[in-house]
């Protein structure tokens, strides 16, 4: 079975802080890869999509490991406002059009940033 | 606004009971999905559709049904065979660009939350 697995935290981080998580991935041919931010009782939205080279937006900087099957959130001048649980999603199907898309869901990372 | 929206936002349901759920979308996307998330737990994949008329069983099909008759639309029905039906349940839909080898992003809906009573 796909994996994407990812450390569930807690982390506590200070406000103004670096942060970094990731998250691990089992299938190697896995070509898609996003970081999703959900808050609590909300619904997940896209923060980012992660590209081979990796990519960077404003105070949030994603990289992809492909040797080690594991891509990377950094956040850096963490806000109050960024306190939410990250997902890690992955595709799982190699080529177009098999299954839906075939996106494996990480349960997520909670962040806490602590004024 | 172009979005993605569902309803109800809560939803209670007695035992026995069908319920379902809407999902909208004006986005001219092609593919649309149905996940349930539970306390804790990743998103999980109940049933997709890549065109209208057309779907496919996610990985927790059971006990769920649904229609696509409309691009627009995809109502999940959640039938009493359902035996825990108690969740967040989110709808989602992409592009579906063809002949690519990589997957559209998805956009989710707002969500509905089903209590079982």
């Known amino acids: 079975r796909k994996e994407v697995e990812q450390d569930p935290g807690p982390f506590n981080v200070p406000e103004g802080a670096t942060v970094a998580f990731n998250c691990t991935y089992s299938?190697?041919?896995?070509?898609?890869f996003f970081w999703y931010r959900q808050d609590c009782r909300k619904e997940p939205k896209l923060l980012m999509s992660?590209?081979?080279s990796g990519n960077e937006d404003g105070r949030f900087t994603a990289q992809l490991n492909r040797a080690s099957q594991y891509i990377s959130l950094l956040i850096r001048d963490s806000k109050l406002s960024d306190s939410a649980t990250y997902l890690c999603?992955?595709?799982?199907?190699?080529?177009?059009?098999?299954?839906?898309?075939?996106?494996?869901f990480g349960k997520g990372t909670h962040l806490i940033i602590q004024p | 606004d172009g979005g993605i929206t569902q309803s109800p936002k809560y939803l209670f349901r007695k035992e026995g009971q069908n319920v379902t759920l809407s999902c909208e979308q004006n986005?001219?996307?092609?593919?649309m999905y149905w996940y349930r998330q539970d306390p804790g737990q990743g998103l999980r994949l109940i049933y997709y559709?890549?065109?209208?008329?057309?779907?496919q069983k996610g990985d927790i099909a059971e006990g769920y049904s649904v229609s696509r008759e409309k691009k627009e639309s995809f109502p999940l029905t959640v039938t009493s065979a359902q035996k825990n039906p108690t969740a967040f349940y989110l709808c989602a839909s992409s592009k579906r660009t063809s002949g690519s080898l990589h997957t559209d992003t998805q956009y989710f809906g707002p969500g509905t939350r089903l209590t079982v009573l």
């Open positions: 992660v590209y081979s």
């Open positions: 299938n190697s041919a896995s070509q898609s």
């Open positions: 559709s890549q065109i209208v008329n057309d779907f």
């Open positions: 986005l001219n996307h092609d593919a």
């Open positions: 999603v992955v595709n799982s199907e190699e080529g177009s059009g098999g299954g839906a898309d075939g996106l494996t």
